[in-house]
């Protein structure tokens, strides 16, 4: 009889939510184990925007971007984390008003946002458009490298001493006093199983027979070759329908939520370009010299949700041992920080800030 | 000797002579040919300097793929390999 | 407003001018989209407006008769046109396109992809230096410009190409300093049955060869360039003994060609949905498509050296039996033709492709110190270092490097990488796939895929939740 690996936790999915618990049950004694279908850090959490911008965050979730901020911080450049300041547009009257109202919101939940003039815009940025009738500006903003997501926790869990497999798809999960894992690359044994797959949550949870009502957005981002600096501060719309940065190689990175196709079951969805060119047009209007640099890839990331687009970060309900982590809008951000609340969970202890039920009713907005 | 592929070169007929600029330097090439092979003729191989360590490139792929000829005519970055010359063209590198 | 065809076809080489031929015959109307100024790709690519007059070559009468042959058809060739996206909306293809400074959406019921091929070169020292250039680039060059890469020239690589590149050399009036080659008399001895059912090309190849011997210029087999010499451009050159290991003299050259052996251009078909596989010997990754051109996807067909490198006798009669395929899957007759000519084609493509792989002792020619990744300056060490810290996969490696994140997109390392990778891991390549194509295919100015817009007719959504 071949000898059945068996730890204390499972968890499926190797992005950061994953990764962070992770490492967080371990720091609490638990022997862990990631599993990842492809490479750690290659879905939502490494292919994403890389915004860390309190501007574009919940209202309600405000208090968990605030740490995530710091957390990032502290990363540094392991990440390629840079705290620039942040600026959002508004174009015209309907958006100043929108601009207005919510970044009047989000500065009452914490985040230090203030507007600021045109003159002051203009001295920060001297290649934005002048059409910009409001802007705001919270000095917090700033960016990550979303593509390190991978190399980054290889290595913090590889320092950890906690085991991971890439590559590693979960078939099916037997539960009768724990838990039996069937994967591709063979069966594993846990005590408990936290399910951190992003968009695959509804796939994973099925295999216990829960239904999670997760849905997928598939968010577009694209990039430019190295231009000479064009603007020094993330540069966001009133709508959150862009967001854009030059990184420190000079390439200049766009997004802003424009929806590509495919769904998570199919694969890794694929860019559509109805709305990458408004999403770049978007872009042009704010910074019009961006019209001439080349962008060299666009690409999309499967962003989770359920219907009240709150975190899934909890017990799995009706599966005692069984959790789940997911589903955070803003997940790049406060990834870091809600996995080590989801970990002190796992532990038995009090999490520093409520998690979020999954076994909630969707349909209400749980303020 | 005897050539079994025997040298053409004096049965080639080219275009009139034109002068374009590059990095501000006039360089003269045939009316509609490439720029990368005018520059070439000219004896400019080195084009740009690559990202990180600045080392000197120049043309490679020959079909637009490489990137390695990039230059800048009008504020764009363009492919010289993919790039006719006309008169009075300014040319500078990236 | 959308140009609408019944087929559309990227790139009009051998492949996709005779599909478009064939389609066109049919009654269908067809568009045929390259981005050189006239139909020839790559292997029969036309002179520039500036050559008046030049001799014939078997290439040029090639291209001409194809040229001819599509101006005279009910084709319409869109010519200096570059594909950046292609996408199914609904039940038709669109084609996100650029034409110099406009852009323009092109739509049609059915795509043929003939997207042809690019070089591999196996990095080795000093392959980045100015006066380096492809020996498919190098045939580019004289096809196009009827120009030498310069004064002096060595020629190195794999396969019948170097012997081409040669011979257009000395056609041109340029001197060869050497021909450099990994391959092996045996080698070409081996090859010669498959070889057998080509004989014009035979006989050609070995004109090239005998000319060469006769002008007296030193024909290394079983060696390979393993340093360049220059700062600013080539100045010298090492030549390595594959078999012994020992490098010979320098030799004074200011320019090399080099190749060895070509992949097939796989990201459109990619991106669509294709499924790929590793085959040596049709040039590494090649999508899934049959002899006519037909994919497991409607409406979808791939021809040419874009599906497996073959040659061009080979894609010609792959692009007729996809052209007529295509259109009678849109309801038109069109001849079914036997497979006989396509199979004799790819036996020798196939025989030709053999010769050009890379082997071991070339793959070692590459020390630590050789740059990958061109675009980013990537190093061997680089990539090592990445595979040594857990990254499995060209996507991870990407991602943790921007190794085939810049410019080309990973056109010009992706191999080599994966190579890397294979070596450092034990795993083989067919376990080490190229890394997620991204659109779009080519660089394209961010105003130009903006195309022209009016901010309040932009679609600009509800905002995401509070």
Not at chain 3, 296 to 318: S, V
């Amino acid at each position: 009889m071949t000898h059945t690996p068996t730890y204390d936790i499972a968890i499926i999915g190797g992005g950061i939510m994953g990764c962070a618990t992770a490492l967080r049950v371990a720091e609490g004694g638990m022997s862990a184990i990631v599993l990842d279908k492809d490479d750690l850090g290659q879905g939502a959490s490494g292919v994403n925007a890389g915004t860390l911008s309190l501007q574009i965050k919940r209202v309600k979730l405000m208090p968990y971007a605030l740490r995530g901020h710091h957390l990032w911080e502290q990363m540094g450049d392991a990440v390629g984390f840079a705290k620039t300041g942040g600026y959002t547009l508004a174009f015209n009257a309907r958006e100043a008003e929108m601009l207005q109202e919510r970044q009047t919101l989000k500065a009452q939940a914490g985040a230090p946002i203030e507007f600021v003039s045109n003159n002051a815009l203009r001295a920060a940025e001297p290649h934005l458009t002048q059409k910009v009738e409001a802007a705001s500006f919270c000095p917090e903003d700033g960016y990550a490298n979303s593509s390190l997501t991978g190399q980054y926790y290889r290595g913090r869990l590889r320092d950890a001493g906690i085991a991971y497999r890439e590559g590693c798809k979960v078939t099916d999960i037997g539960h009768s006093a724990g838990f039996l894992l069937t994967t591709t690359t063979g069966q594993i044994r846990a005590s408990r199983v936290l399910l951190a797959a992003g968009a695959w949550l509804k796939p994973l949870a099925a295999l216990l027979d829960v239904d999670l009502p997760v849905n997928a957005r598939v968010n577009t981002v694209s990039v430019t070759e190295r231009i000479p600096t064009l603007m020094g501060s993330v540069i966001g719309h009133a709508t959150g329908l862009l967001t854009m940065k030059q990184k420190a190689n000079g390439t200049v990175l766009i997004g802003g939520g424009w929806q590509g196709l495919g769904t998570p079951q199919d694969g890794r969805g694929t860019v559509n370009a109805d709305a990458v060119k408004p999403n770049l047009a978007l872009a042009q209007y704010a910074v019009p010299a961006l019209a001439k640099a080349r962008v060299t890839r666009s690409w999309t990331g499967f962003e989770a949700n359920v219907p009240d687009f709150y975190p899934l970060a909890g017990a799995l309900p009706g599966v005692p041992d069984a959790y789940v982590l997911g589903c955070v809008r803003g997940g790049y951000t406060i990834g870091p920080y809600i996995g080590q609340l989801m970990g002190d969970f796992i532990l038995g202890r009090d999490p520093e800030l409520p998690l979020f039920d999954p076994g909630r009713d969707f349909t209400k907005d749980t303020t | 000797m005897i050539r079994l592929v025997p040298n053409q070169a004096t049965q080639i007929t080219r275009s009139e002579k034109v002068t374009f600029t590059f990095d501000g330097t006039p360089v003269t090439g045939h009316a509609g040919e490439s720029l990368v092979a005018a520059l070439m003729r000219a004896g400019y191989l080195a084009l740009r300097n690559a990202p990180n360590d600045a080392a000197p490139r120049g043309a490679f792929c020959g079909m637009g793929l490489c990137q390695e000829c990039t230059v800048m005519i009008d504020g764009q970055v363009v492919e010289a390999c993919r790039t006719g010359i006309t008169p009075g063209l300014t040319v500078e590198r990236v | 407003m959308a140009d609408h065809y019944d087929i559309a076809v990227v790139g009009a080489g051998p492949a996709g001018g005779n599909a478009a031929l064939a389609a066109a015959q049919a009654g269908l109307r067809v568009a045929l989209l390259d981005e050189q100024p006239t139909p020839g790709g790559q292997v029969w690519r036309d002179k520039s407006a500036s050559i008046l007059s030049a001799p014939v070559t078997p290439e040029s009468r090639a291209g001409a008769a194809l040229r001819k042959a599509i101006e005279t058809s009910a084709v319409t060739p869109l010519s200096q046109i570059r594909v950046w996206d292609i996408r199914l909306r609904d039940d038709h293809w669109v084609l996100q396109a650029q034409r110099a400074a406009t852009s323009q959406e092109i739509t049609s019921k059915s795509l043929i992809l003939a997207t042809g091929a690019r070089e591999y070169v196996q990095p080795f020292p000093g392959w980045t230096t100015p006066g380096v250039i492809g020996l498919a680039g190098a045939t580019a060059l004289f096809k196009q410009s009827l120009t030498l890469p310069g004064k002096r020239t060595v020629v190195s690589g794999t396969g019948p190409l170097v012997f081409y590149v040669a011979s257009e050399i000395r056609r041109l009036g340029g001197e060869v300093a050497a021909v450099v080659t990994p391959n092996t008399r045996s080698q070409w001895a081996r090859a010669l049955p498959d070889m057998l059912g080509q004989p014009k090309l035979l006989a050609r190849g070995a004109l090239w060869v005998a000319d060469l011997m006769l002008a007296r210029v030193p024909i290394l087999w079983g060696h390979a360039v393993a340093q360049v010499d220059g700062a600013e451009q080539v100045t010298a050159l090492k030549v390595r003994n594959l078999r012994t290991g020992t490098d010979g003299p320098d030799i004074a050259a200011d320019s090399l060609c080099i190749g060895h052996g070509l992949i097939p251009n796989i990201e459109a078909a990619q991106i669509l949905g294709v499924a790929v596989r590793h085959d040596p010997s049709l040039g590494g990754w090649v999508p899934d498509a049959a002899p006519d051109g037909a994919t497991a996807i409607k409406g979808l067909y791939l021809c040419g050296d874009g599906c497996g490198i073959r040659g061009a006798t080979a894609a010609g009669l792959q692009g007729s039996l996809t052209g007529a395929r295509a259109a009678r899957d849109l309801g038109r007759d069109a001849p079914t033709s036997p497979l006989a000519r396509w199979h004799k084609a790819d036996r020798f493509g196939r025989a030709m492709t053999a010769l050009s792989l890379p082997t071991p002792a070339l793959e070692a020619l590459t020390t630590r110190d050789t740059i990958i990744c061109r675009c980013e300056s990537l190093r061997c060490t680089d990539i090592i270092d990445e595979v040594a810290t857990g990254a499995a996969s060209t996507n991870a490696v990407k991602s943790g490097r921007r190794a085939g994140m810049g410019p080309c997109g990973g056109k010009y390392c992706q191999s080599a990488i994966a190579t890397l990778i294979a070596a450092q891991t034990g795993k083989s390549l067919a376990d080490v796939p190229p890394p997620t194509p991204r659109p779009p295919l080519r660089p394209v100015p961010l105003g130009q895929a903006a195309g022209a817009f009016e901010y309040d007719a932009l679609p600009i959504s509800k905002p995401a939740p509070l």
